[in-house]
């Protein structure tokens, strides 16, 4: 059976007889694993272990993982900086910086690998304006040059432990003030523009071959009246033909509010499909999903589901067995005096 355009999410730290029907679906592509998900490691090890035994081939499973607020397993976990630091870091040393970043990025993806889990959905790539308040310090940096260069370091050290990547939010979150999760943020911005700024770390991540690319719902509406999650412009002449991205496009949760402007979630989905996602996460709502499976299941894009397979992470060492080792040691320290410097500090180590 091959994935299927949905990923959703669970209710819970451990499968209903009611999702598992539902994960069986061949709608269904994947699961994204939020905080209510998590109790302790082994209950999380046994979960994705479930989820990945219903099908073949597996479910992706997936999770917002990229340390200091969005971090969404925390006891026997790394406790992760927020990106923000590394950018600190770069303004003094910016050789120890793109080494942090690679080691922090090891570090995150070996983690979840030795768990299970196929992708944490990063890193963000969105410039720090100062002006976005759900970006913030998630942002590496405050210069596209700043967040290009951390980025790709953050990425390389992701493939070391066999995790693909996912660049969001494209073409770029950081420059509008509303949060889409709560409203629908438009920024004056047009393509010329966002291409000599934000559109950088994209292009070059592209380059370079990242795996994943996940859709902002935000509207440009110098370009489109639609958030660039749900539209053809952004996702199929910009990042499929402009920048020739031939990986996986990935929506924001379709439950935000940003996306709300396409109507009930049955509309929301069939726009985000039509509009070239390859994946579209529906996070938050439970048996609401059911009414779309069918609609989705049948007669799925070959090369979309290709794209969507290819998100599977690569064999890893199992956690218990990566928390002997010294160079994850090493990495949790660094980590450690990372996220310790002081909030208004320069982040020199």
Known sequence: MSL???????CGPALTGEERRRLLHPGVGGVI?????FRDVSQLIELVAEIRSLRTPPLIVACDHEGGRVQRFTEGFTSLPAAARLGRLRRCDPAAARDAAERLGWLLAAEL??????????PVVDVNYGVSGVIGDRALADTPEGVTELAASLVRGMHRAG???????????????ADSHAASPSDPRDYQDLLATDLQPF????????????????????EDQ?????SSFWIGTVLRRRLAFPGAV?????????????????????????????????????????ALLDEHGRGADPAAALRRARLHGRPAVPLGRLQRERRWREARALAARLAGGSPEGDGCL
């Open 163 to 177: 995790m693909a990547a996912v660049a969001k939010h494209f073409p770029g979150h950081g420059g509008v003030q």
């Open 4 to 10: 299927g355009p949905l990923m959703i999410g669970l």
């Open 226 to 230: 639609w958030p660039a999650s749900l």
């Open 203 to 222: 292009r070059r991540l592209i380059l370079n071959g990242i795996e994943a690319v996940m859709t902002a719902h935000v509207i440009y509406p110098g």
């Open 33 to 37: 694993l939020f905080r209510r998900n």
């Open 250 to 290: 990935i929506s924001d949760d379709l439950s935000m509010a940003g996306a709300a402007v396409a109507g009930d979630l049955r509309a929301r989905v069939s726009r985000a499909l039509a509009a070239g996602n390859d994946l579209v996460i529906i996070g938050n709502e439970g048996r609401a999903v059911d």
């Open 113 to 122: 690998r030795g768990i299970g889990v196929d992708l944490s959905l990063g």
